[in-house]
Antibody
Framework: EVQLLESGGGLVQPGGSLRLSCAAS????????MSWVRQTPGQGLDWVSQISGSGGPTHYADSVKGRFTISRDNSKNALYLQMNDLRAEDTAVYYC?????????????WGQGTLVTVSS | EIVLTQSPATLSLSPGEGATLSCRASQSVSSYLAWYQQKPGQAPSLLIY???NKATGIPARFSGSGSGTDFTLTISSLEPEDSAVYYCQQRSNWPFTFGGGTKVEIK
């Protein structure tokens, strides 16, 4: 059974930093691209970033480019999102999502999400 | 950035009725369009990928169609558990984008 478990969310002041983690199990982690998707409370979904299975090519939404960094450790089956210079508009539930094999960019498994609140 | 526009915003139907949800893209996404279902308090779950391919375990009453800029998610006979928000999403171009969602209410 595929499991994705996010951690690291919390309350942070504007301009602060936070590192999210996602522990993956139940599939061959290094074979799958992975993504972060966020959802503002009560609002829609917003793709944040994607990383290839090898950790090579990465892609970001324009709203986070230069502030967020996605990375992975395939030896630990772990995905990360380093978030710097956080803004109020970054407040959201952040989901770790597994890209579908053969359809990278479609997300066939999701974690339960971790809430990030940016407020003074 | 490709903008996805979903309609209607809300659909209120009775069990057993059929539902047709629309997603229109601001430019062609070929067939690289997915549909997700999200119930309150839960993460989204994949229903359809690449316009018409059902994800594992998805009931037969769900189907997807379309290509280019116009796509449809059809629920042939609504069940009470289909009450949810449905999102479309394109993976044709970065940044990947989602539509604003259609809320399906079961009367």
């Amino acid at each position: 059974e595929v499991q994705l478990l996010e951690s690291g969310g919390g309350l942070v002041q504007p301009g602060g930093s936070l590192r999210l983690s996602c522990a993956a199990s139940g599939f061959t982690f290094s074979n799958s691209a992975m993504s972060w998707v966020r959802q503002t409370p009560g609002q829609g979904l917003d793709w944040v970033s994607q990383i290839s299975g090898s950790g090579g090519p990465t892609h970001y939404a324009d709203s986070v480019k230069g502030r967020f960094t996605i990375s992975r450790d395939n030896s630990k089956n772990a995905l990360y999102l380093q978030m710097n210079d956080l803004r109020a508009e970054d407040t959201a539930v952040y989901y770790c999502a597994k890209d579908a094999i053969g359809a990278a960019g479609a997300f066939d498994q999701w974690g339960q999400g971790t809430l990030v609140t940016v407020s003074s | 950035e490709i903008v996805l526009t979903q309609s209607p915003a809300t659909l209120s139907l009775s069990p057993g009725e059929g539902a047709t949800l629309s997603c229109r893209a601001s430019q062609s996404v070929s067939s690289y369009l997915a549909w997700y279902q999200q119930k309150p308090g839960q993460a989204p779950s994949l229903l359809i990928y690449d316009a018409s391919n059902k994800a594992t375990g998805i009931p037969a009453r769900f189907s997807g169609s379309g290509s280019g800029t116009d796509f449809t998610l059809t629920i042939s006979s609504l069940e009470p558990e289909d009450s949810a928000v449905y999102y479309c999403q394109q993976r044709s171009n970065w940044p990947f984008t989602f539509g604003g969602g259609t809320k399906v209410e079961i009367k």
